[in-house]
């Protein structure tokens, strides 16, 4: 027994005693934990704008990934894929506002994100016939190597994520704070029938909110295929999002950055010093028990509105 | 003209409360019940009741356990693989540790060490709701599984991490191994579902059920009238995942006869959640109209090309069937969000104006 306790304070002394690895660690999960808050974010976009909880997303990011990839095989220079990517994922918005979104209006939540998950089997399904199901280098030309500052070493691709989800964020701020569209959007995830009173077209706004979750999976999905191939196990990141949206909270952006930042950090420095005792590959649950943990105490998240009830 | 109550007068309240009030329902489920018991046993052979009908048997219970939490007390939840791993692992070990104990036994006792991590996992349903209970139940989900993965104990340290069903007998005829015959197994299964089929029947409409119902639909105001939130919530997840984990051993038992955990990983847990969604929320019939389906519709996708003598790869043909299913799923959804339940009820409503619909 005290030999038991005595091994589950001692990382804290190996994080005392070589404090470099241990802001490797660190780095190491701020990196992981963005890359979660990327596709977090199609999640929260969505579900801010329109109350659905996007299962798809996943898949999403995975089959932006897989046309970029698959344009690029056919020869295509990178900002021309690129720009054809997005042009994909702008029609699949369309596509899915009129097919999906448009005979479900008005039903519950639970229907609506059944409907997603059926979707995300479908999009599975198109994306592996159209390109193939093995699995495929992306190259964008960030190359995948480490360089050191005072001794901590540091990953390049990493740093680019990251620089990534910062202007990607910027970005989402600015346009849901400051731009009409952005204004309209907020109004939509207030209130759908106040929204479609005072004169703001949902369906526009469905396919404007659906478009731009498809481009931030296109950044999600090459980041992640840059770092680790693109092939189905992609979509399965998904999974570590919903975890990152509850600490950060379903309707905030910032929550989803970070919400990823605090899921990544925490999974990677249990994994690396707790993990051993208990015979490792922790990192698959950690998450999901840090959330729900948290939940006991903050049901709505760090950032989430905070649910009133009355009767 | 022929499915018609009229003529059938009540004159007792056991008449008035009988599941089947009407004497043509009656007759039809009789029949149902001695087709399934008596003919499909003597005429089926191995493959439709291998393939097909004990894993429909056993999701349909798996399903009924999960709607009795997300149709009838609205919980969503993702984490029935998980129970269900639970319900096997524990039936294997209760099974190896006392071996005379009867199978049908075991099976309950599963039942019960899965309501108890049910419960457990239960807790965080009374302060959250909705999608955020969906991921806290994911938790549980990942959690069994590793924990099953990594504890080698569970199946007493088997160096190739599976847990195989150990062979056992009832009233003298093999039950479980691999020397039980499939009309054995499957009998078994139907005996059971049938036989939880209408605990959970009774329980929705009795007052348990009542109050479930009265959580889902709205919870502040259920408390006001009395309802404890406490005590009904983590009695439905009790009672989900006792169901949940009698399926996750009959499936070893009856069905694969040996399984690694990742026959309980979240694909199956989305599985169930489907054959709920499909064939009704806060429907017993509509859980095995749902199970149904879902065992079926792969089947067929598989089929078909060969029966209109198309030639297609098989990933092609893998493709497919994801497109197909999913599309499918949005199409039900779409048709009719109240599942096939629904669609069974406007049936029936049909035929007692049939033919003069006016």
């Known amino acids: 027994m005290i030999e038991f306790l005595r091994s589950l304070v001692l990382p804290f002394a190996d994080m005392v005693s070589s404090p470099t690895f241990f802001v490797e660690v660190l780095v190491g999960g701020i990196a992981a934990g963005l890359m979660y808050s990327l596709v977090a974010l199609g999640f929260v976009l969505i579900f801010k704008a329109s109350g659905v909880f996007n299962f798809a997303q996943g898949v999403m990011v995975l089959f932006a990934a897989l046309t970029l990839v698959g344009l690029m095989e056919r020869g295509m220079p990178v900002p021309v894929a690129l720009a054809l990517t997005v042009a994909v994922m702008i029609a699949l918005a369309f596509a899915i506002e009129r097919v999906v979104l448009r005979p479900l209006v008005n039903q519950e939540h639970i229907i609506l994100f059944m409907a997603t998950i059926g979707l995300n089997f479908f999009l599975e399904g198109l994306g592996e016939q159209l390109w193939g199901s093995n699995v495929k280098r992306l190259d964008i030309g960030i190359p995948d190597e480490s360089f050191s500052v005072a001794g901590v070493l540091l990953n390049k691709l990493e740093l680019s994520a990251a620089l990534t989800a910062a202007v990607l964020v910027t970005v989402l701020a600015v346009f849901f704070q400051r731009t009409r569209i952005g204004r309209a959007l907020r109004a939509v995830a207030d209130d759908h029938e106040a929204a479609l009173s005072i004169g703001i077209p949902l369906k526009t706004i469905w396919v404007i909110v659906w478009s731009v979750a498809g481009i931030v999976a296109i950044a999600a999905g090459v980041m992640w295929g840059a770092k680790s191939g693109v092939q189905f196990s992609l979509s399965l990141v998904a999974l570590k999002a919903l975890p990152v949206l509850i600490l950060g909270g379903f309707e905030s952006v910032p929550g989803a950055i970070v919400g990823g930042l605090i899921i990544g950090v925490g999974e990677k420095v249990a994994e690396v010093y707790w993990g051993p005792l208990v015979g490792g590959a922790i990192e698959n649950w950690f998450a999901y028990v840090l959330a729900l943990a948290f939940l006991l105490f903050r049901p709505q998240g760090l950032f989430g509105e905070r649910i009133i009830e009355r009767v | ?358």
Request: glycine share 10%.
């Open chain 2, 1 to 358: 003209m022929i499915y018609r109550e009229a003529g059938q007068f009540k004159t007792t309240y056991a008449g008035d409360q009988a599941i089947f009030p009407i004497l043509q329902d009656r007759v039809f489920v009789g029949l149902v019940a001695l087709a399934a018991f008596v003919a499909v046993p003597l005429l089926a052979n191995e493959y439709w009741l291998q393939a097909i009908l004990i894993p429909f048997l056993i999701y349909a219970l798996a399903a009924i356990g999960l709607n009795l939490l997300t149709g009838y007390a609205g919980l969503l939840s993702l984490g029935t693989g998980g129970f269900m791993a639970v319900g096997a692992y524990s039936a294997f070990k209760l099974a190896t540790a006392f071996p005379w104990l009867n199978v049908i036994l075991v099976f309950v006792l599963a039942g019960v060490c899965a309501a108890g991590v049910g419960l457990l996992f239960g807790i965080p349903s009374l302060r959250i709701k909705g999608f955020y209970l969906a991921v806290a139940t994911l938790a549980a989900q990942f959690f069994l599984i590793w924990l099953f993965n990594k504890v080698g104990w569970f199946v007493n340290y088997a160096p190739s991490g599976t847990a195989t069903a150990p062979p056992r007998t009832m009233l003298g005829v093999m039950v479980t191994g691999p020397q039980a015959t499939a009309p054995v197994r499957y009998l078994v299964a139907l005996g059971l579902v049938v036989l939880f089929a209408l605990v959970a029947k009774n329980l929705v409409r009795g007052r348990i059920g009542r109050s479930w119902m009265a959580i889902r639909d709205r919870d502040i105001a259920a408390e006001i009238i009395g309802v404890r939130p406490l005590r009904t919530k983590l009695l439905a997840f009790a009672i989900s995942s006792f169901y949940c984990g009698v399926a996750g051993a009959e499936l070893l038992f009856l069905y694969l006869g040996s399984v690694e955990t990742l026959a309980f990983d979240i694909n199956l847990s989305f599985l169930i959640l489907f054959m709920v969604i499909i064939g009704g929320l806060g429907s017993i019939l509509g859980s095995f109209l749902g199970a149904a389906f879902i065992v079926l519709v792969p089947i067929f996708l598989t089929n078909v090309p060969n029966w209109i003598g198309l030639d297609m790869r098989t990933d092609t043909q893998k493709h497919l069937e994801l497109m197909i299913f999913g599309g499918l799923i949005i199409f039900f959804l779409i048709v009719e969000p109240h599942g096939l339940a629904r669609l069974w009820q406007i049936t029936k409503e049909k035929l007692r104006l049939w033919p003069f619909p006016h």
